[in-house]
């Protein structure tokens, strides 16, 4: 199994441009999420999933968007990219959070600077 | 919403033991989780604890005080590849999403 990857692993961007991270698992996994991670603000949440063709805002949504199409794919959409949108991005998964320790499994991140 | 401290950076030496403290405020407690991450890697799971009390997992031990909203990591016999940031992360399920929320995470150093 591969667990969880994302591509890609390095990005830099200018102002104004977009892109699409893409995150999938093997895992059959419900949830799905988005982090990114800045210097001394720890893993914040963007945007999660329940599940396939369900999405909701995390604690930054701000500046983007995601889709969640197949249950193993979990998209991330920078329409218009802004330095502060500089961070390394996780994605993670996990069985569900209803109950017990059903722990977050993690991508390798990517790396993304705006300029 | 959540409050999660952690503190920011700590050193110890190799074969020494250090306590990892995540002190935290929550409406609908429902469960805590510590991490690992290695610098420039994902995050891992370390151990959870719902329920007051010690878990011990090799090296490692997690201890909850849900009454005090307190927890600790606590790793025996330290070794350079200890050297990570260990991250405390809480579940709330009063808003009904049972997200956990991450701590800004500890810096631990170690040496030899």
């Known amino acids: 199994n591969a667990g969880v990857t994302q591509t890609p692993k390095f990005r830099v961007l200018k102002t104004g441009q977009s892109m699409t991270l893409l995150c999938a698992q093997d895992?059959?996994?419900?949830?799905m999420y988005w982090y990114r991670q800045d210097p001394g603000m720890g893993l914040r949440l963007i945007h999660y999933?329940?599940?396939?063709?369900?999405?909701a805002k995390g604690e930054v949504p701000d500046g983007y968007n995601v889709s969640r199409l197949k249950k193993q794919n979990f998209l991330l959409g920078l329409e218009s990219a802004a330095p502060s949108q500089t961070s390394v991005y996780f994605c993670?998964?996990?069985?569900?959070?209803?109950?017990?320790?059903?722990?977050?499994?993690f991508g390798p991140g990517t790396r993304l600077t705006v300029l | 919403g959540q409050n999660i401290d952690q503190p920011t950076e700590m050193t110890a030496t190799e074969g020494a033991i250090v306590q990892i403290n995540c002190t935290y405020q929550?409406?609908?407690?429902?469960?805590l989780f510590w991490y690992q991450q290695h610098a420039g890697e994902a995050p891992t799971f370390l151990s959870y604890?719902?329920?007051?009390g010690l878990e011990e997992k090799g090296r490692f031990s997690s201890f909850l005080s849900r009454s005090k909203g307190y927890s600790y990591l606590l790793l025996k016999e330290l070794q350079m590849k200890d050297s990570a940031s260990y991250l405390c992360?809480?579940?709330?399920?009063?808003?009904?999403?049972?997200?956990?929320?991450f701590g800004r995470g500890t810096s631990l150093i170690v040496h030899p």
């Open positions: 993670a998964s996990s069985y569900s959070f209803l109950a017990g320790d059903n722990e977050q499994f």
């Open positions: 895992m059959n996994h419900e949830y």
């Open positions: 999933s329940v599940g396939e063709g369900t999405t």
């Open positions: 929550t409406s609908g407690f429902n469960g």
């Open positions: 604890n719902v329920l007051d």
């Open positions: 992360a809480v579940r709330d399920g009063s808003g009904g999403s049972y997200i956990p929320t």
